[in-house]
């Protein structure tokens, strides 16, 4: 057999077959599906204040104005592009005596960097400031034109932080 008849029969046999093949490709079936995914980051906000030694024993019996830092605090936020820092107080910035709420004593507070001067006090009924630092320190400054009345004066300051 001469290789061209050898060829011709081959590609004669091998012709349906490659055909057979060919279509079965064209018929094959394909499928895609996407499948989104993500998550989402709750906000974390949250303030933890250390009060100092000096904040329960202020220095009371003193006449003119004392400078006391009361607090050391750390804001936490996983936003922090900076925070909110509000503060209220109980008494609207009175130290009053627990036993005769007429007599009290007027302060104001400040906040600073970390270890920071203070010197921007202000009352503390409005009290509203922007922290950029995680770590602030809470000065309190009172003011006594005389020795007060004796008793046992206090006040509640609430610390209230929310994200910018």
Avoid: C, H
């Amino acid at each position: 057999m001469s290789l061209q008849r050898f060829l011709i029969a081959s590609s004669l046999i091998l012709s349906p077959l490659a055909a057979i093949g060919f279509q079965s490709a064209a018929f094959a079936g394909t499928d895609s599906t996407n499948i989104i995914i993500g998550g989402t980051v709750a906000p974390v906000i949250d303030i933890e204040a250390s009060a100092t030694a000096d904040a329960a024993q202020l220095p009371l019996s003193t006449a003119g104005q004392q400078t006391v830092k009361i607090a050391d605090l750390t804001l936490n936020s996983n936003n922090f592009s900076g925070v909110t820092l509000t503060l209220s107080s109980t008494n609207g910035g009175l130290l009053v005596d627990s036993n005769d709420p007429e007599n009290a004593v007027y302060y104001e507070v400040d906040l600073t960097g970390n270890d920071g001067q203070p010197g921007a006090f202000r009352a503390l009924n409005a009290f509203s400031q922007s922290v950029g630092s995680p770590q602030t320190d809470l000065y309190i400054r009172i003011s006594n034109p005389n020795v007060p009345k004796q008793g046992n004066y206090s006040d509640t300051i609430t610390l209230t932080v929310t994200d910018n």
